[in-house]
């Protein structure tokens, strides 16, 4: 199976299968628990999202504060299934994929299937390890949630590894 | 009497809250090290580079192994003859908060469980103090991630139960918890007391060294028949599967009721950190 190098696209995502290696370049939006629920309280009250979630890709992700001369702390992947019950919508609006650590519930599969998304398992733990692929961080919105606020990180070569893909096809021993 | 500055609980505790968070524990590491030479998985090979990599980078670079510093579990014993003018547990949310500001760690305290709404703190931390002979003071910070402590389970079985059925949960416990906790784990079991102290054993268990056998040759073996069956769950480091689920298991046990028979489990992360001084 050849690894992916590069952007990741509507097109590009629907051929990627299970336990196939992405190394990503490009832009990443960290939202973990709090932003998760904003955002779909945004979406339920049909407000427009502080940004444009149509083709993105989210990162479960709440990094360590970047000290001086650091691009960013240590920022590895949080446990996914806690936002279980918030992606089928966000994927229902267009973002393209999401990344974290560990196993998602049979919605999320199944609307990962529908809308032809993919989800990605990253190096868990190793929040060390993955600053070194990240060359900027910015701020994107709701600052008052500290770590939990959104960032967009710009990566390069970021390590992926398809753990659903378009298909459904899954790669955990069980999935509750 | 021997008195003990505030000002010295604090800035000790600060040091060793960083380096609990940036040095991975020797222990840790060796089994880490271990484990990759022995897994023939190349997906859980990679998964065990990486993990032993990050290691290397963390420590080098300052960086907090995990961007989860965790909740601040700290151990205090003091001795009888020790005099500390303040409030030891305020001191040492002091201290830890000092230390996570200093280090770059992550303020990942909410203050109100409920609402929510609170700015996020360092502290407090969960304080656990116990009364020891001397005129010291010993502090071990254990920053717990909560990826893996949501993974806790406790059960108050029947005392008649037998040990496979103490097993059974054991094992069940770390299959429910999956991949989503951060494997390769080290379980922390706690057997007997109550169901609060079952909890707190299973965690004062993770303190445990995880090179060194249980010295009580039965504990020794469930240990090792449990290692065993977590390590056939195929779960593996990342959930990459492999047989590397899990890197020890460490229990402890303490004197229980005739009526029950409370068993916890308390898993950690591969990044199982702690740090320990003596004052």
């Known amino acids: 199976m050849e690894k992916l190098i590069g952007t990741l696209n509507k097109e590009n995502i629907k051929d990627l299968v299970v336990w196939q290696e992405v190394l990503y370049t490009g832009i990443l939006y960290t939202a973990r628990d709090q932003a998760h629920k904003r955002l779909l309280e945004l979406i339920a009250k049909g407000k427009k999202l502080p940004f444009d979630i149509q083709d993105k890709i989210i990162y479960y992700c709440g990094p360590t504060p970047s000290l001086k001369g650091q691009v960013v702390g240590s920022c590895g992947p949080t446990t996914s299934s806690r936002m279980d019950k918030f992606t089928p919508r966000l994927l229902e609006n267009g973002l393209l994929a999401t990344i974290g650590k560990g196993e998602r519930s049979l919605e999320v599969i199944a609307a990962i299937k529908k809308y032809k998304s993919v989800y990605f398992s990253t190096y868990a733990g190793c929040g060390a390890l993955l600053a070194q692929y990240v060359f900027e961080k910015q701020l994107v919105c709701f600052k008052d949630l500290g770590a939990e606020a959104v960032y967009a990180f710009t990566v390069k070569d970021f390590p992926l590894i398809v753990a659903i893909d378009s298909k459904g096809d899954n790669i955990y021993v069980k999935s509750s | ?279």
């Open chain 2, 1 to 279: 009497m021997r008195k003990i500055s505030s000002e010295l609980i604090k800035n000790k505790t600060a040091e060793i809250a960083i380096k609990a968070n940036t040095k991975l524990r020797s222990d840790v590491l060796l089994l880490l090290k271990k484990s990759l030479a022995e897994e023939q998985s190349p997906l859980a090979r990679k998964a065990l580079t990486a993990i032993v990599d990050n290691a290397r980078i963390a420590l080098k670079q300052k960086l907090a192994i995990c961007q989860d510093t965790g909740l601040p579990v700290v151990f205090v014993e003091i001795g009888n003859n020790v005099y500390v003018q303040d409030n030891i547990n305020q001191l040492i949310s002091q201290g830890i908060a000092l230390g996570y500001k200093q280090g770059g760690l992550r303020a990942s305290i909410q203050k109100d469980p409920i609402s929510r709404e609170s700015k996020l703190a360092y502290a407090p931390s969960i304080t656990h103090t116990d009364v020891v002979k001397g005129d010291k003071i010993k502090i071990t910070v254990l920053p717990k991630g909560f990826g893996s402590e949501n993974k806790a389970q406790v059960k108050m079985l029947n005392p008649t139960a037998s040990i496979d059925v103490i097993e059974e949960f054991i094992v069940q416990a770390v299959k429910t918890a999956g991949a989503g906790a951060c494997p390769p784990y080290i379980i922390g079991v706690g057997i007997g007391g109550t169901q609060d102290y079952a909890g707190l054993l299973a965690k004062k268990a993770l303190l445990k060294p995880i090179t060194v056998k249980n010295k009580q040759k039965q504990l020794a073996d469930l240990e090792q028949r449990l290692l065993a069956k977590i390590n056939k769950l195929n779960i593996g480091a990342f959930g990459f599967g492999g047989k590397t689920t899990a890197l020890k298991v460490n229990v402890l046990t303490y004197p229980t009721h005739i009526a029950g028979l409370p068993v916890a489990v308390n898993i950690s992360c591969h990044a199982l950190r702690s740090a320990s001084i003596i004052i």
